[in-house]
């Protein structure tokens, strides 16, 4: 497993905005696939928003429009935008990678938004 390193997260209001960071040494030359999961405390682990190494995205419905996914590969970084935050988004958000030779795992970084 290789360490990844979470940061950005904090508290906000509902209706602001946060940008999470996330630095995964060797995910652009092993040509990852980045994901960002969430967990809401006592609940199970979600999938948020996945980026492949192409540049294509994905979102869960429930954050489609108001986040968005990126990656400098030059830095080995991805983001998570997230916008118009909502209570239901607080949780602990971790950066993963998927594909060969990819085993990318962060410790989490959490996010709590209050109305």
């Known amino acids: 497993e290789v360490q990844a390193e979470e940061s950005g997260g904090g508290s906000v209001q509902t209706g602001g905005s946060l940008t999470l960071s996330c630095t995964a040494p060797?995910?652009?030359?092993?040509?990852?696939?980045m994901i960002w999961y969430r967990q809401p405390a006592g609940e199970q682990r979600e999938w948020v928003s996945s980026i492949t190494i192409n540049g294509d995205t994905n979102y869960r419905d429930y954050v489609k429009g108001r986040f968005t996914i990126s990656t400098d590969k030059s830095k080995d970084m991805v983001f998570l935008q997230m916008n118009n935050l909502k209570p239901e988004d607080t949780a602990i958000y971790t950066c993963a990678s998927f594909g060969v030779n990819c085993n990318h795992w962060g410790r989490g970084t959490q996010v709590t938004v209050s109305s």
């Open positions: 060797g995910f652009a030359s092993r040509a990852c696939t």
